[in-house]
């Protein structure tokens, strides 16, 4: 499967972006999905799974009640809906997909294939 993420850009701090990553070459139910970023200098985290049917999802402390993702299967599009944005927020964002079952898949090795990333820039 192939996976292109979009919608990054550039924001204010308490503003709102959502980050698409549509997928290629399979069907996406098929696939369990995560969210994860990289800042400048730091290392790839953990930011959002959801499971293929998407009647579940798991976040990282850092971003619950912030952020939420979702998936439309018909669509082949996973989202990450990202509210009251912050400095910190700053990073390039990637997603992932997985035919493992390794709930809640908030590890970077539980995914087989990984988008470019989009690059998310909050401004204070």
């Known amino acids: 499967v192939q996976l292109v993420e979009s919608g990054g850009g550039l924001v204010q701090a308490g503003g709102a972006l959502r980050l698409s990553c549509a997928a290629s070459?399979?069907?996406?139910?098929?696939?369990?999905m995560g969210w994860f970023r990289q800042a400048p200098g730091k290392e790839r985290e953990f930011v959002a799974s959801?499971?293929?049917?998407?009647?579940?999802?798991y976040y990282a402390d850092s971003v619950k009640g912030r952020f939420t993702i979702s998936r439309d299967n018909a669509k082949n599009t996973v989202y990450l809906q990202m509210n009251s944005l912050k400095p910190e927020d700053t990073a390039v964002y990637f997603c992932?997909?997985?035919?493992?079952?390794?709930?809640?898949?908030?590890?970077?090795?539980?995914?087989?294939?990984w988008g470019q990333g989009t690059l998310v820039t909050v401004s204070s």
């Open positions: 070459g399979r069907t996406l139910s098929d696939y369990a």
């Open positions: 959801i499971i293929r049917s998407g009647s579940r999802t």
């Open positions: 992932a997909a997985t035919t493992a079952f390794a709930w809640p898949y908030y590890r970077d090795t539980d995914y087989d294939y």
